[in-house]
């Protein structure tokens, strides 16, 4: 039975899932490009930096740990009946009913790992999904009070693959390939949101 575990794979596509949408404010029609105002935010930044994300990673590292718990106990449970089944008499009653046992705690076991996997998927989607939702709720509040007309997301992947697939993706999701310092409003985007985050904490 392997070891349950969700690996940070499965977190790095949920995030490039998730980032793919271009975060954006429709530009008018009339609008003058010398005057737009124009922000970057790194969302792969954002996500490692706000307090909110790194709690609730927390959060389902404990789960995670609980599920791993309950399969070690279920595991040590049919390796304790299988050794005493080792020791009867073969062909004998007592020895039947073991081997019954112990066929139905490895289905036992087999589902509730099965479980305990898709229990952990589906929390760490809508982890990431509640997170990015904030993170586009963030940047439309900034965007609105500071009269920005656009803000796109920078993606800077690493490009060095073994697969000519995964090198076309990784240049798919990069929509920035250049900006200016100034245009960088990450950090803001971070500090708005901790102090948010905060401040719902000290209301609980």
């Known amino acids: 039975m392997k070891t349950l575990l969700i690996r940070m794979p499965i977190i790095s596509f949920l995030l490039a899932f998730l980032t793919s949408f271009t975060i954006l404010k429709m530009i008018p029609a009339n609008a003058n490009a010398e005057g737009l ?8 930044g954002v996500f490692e930096k706000y307090e ?32 005493e089944t080792q ?14 046992s112990l066929e139905r705690k490895n289905v036992e076991l087999e589902g509730y790992a ?3 996997e898709r229990q952990l998927l589906r929390r760490y ?22 009269n920005y007309d656009l803000i796109i997301k920078k993606e800077e992947p690493e490009l060095k693959s073994g697969q000519i697939s995964d090198l076309q993706f990784k240049i798919g999701i990069r929509t920035v390939l250049y900006h200016s310092k100034a245009v960088n409003i990450t950090s803001k985007v971070i500090e708005d949101l ?3 985050y905060l401040r719902e904490k000290e209301i609980k």
């Open 37 to 44: 105002k124009i922000g970057i935010v790194d969302i792969s």
């Open 52 to 83: 909110k994300r790194k709690d609730l990673d927390q959060e389902l590292k404990n789960l995670e740990k609980e599920f791993q718990n309950e399969i070690n106990k279920k595991r040590k449970e049919i390796i304790d009946l299988d050794e």
């Open 87 to 100: 020791l009867l008499d073969l062909g004998s009653e007592s020895r039947r009913k073991n081997e019954d």
């Open 114 to 116: 099965k479980f305990a």
């Open 125 to 146: 989607k809508d982890f990431f999904e509640k997170i990015y939702d904030e993170v586009v709720k963030e940047v439309e509040i900034i965007g609105k009070k500071e």
């Open 194 to 196: 901790n102090a948010r």
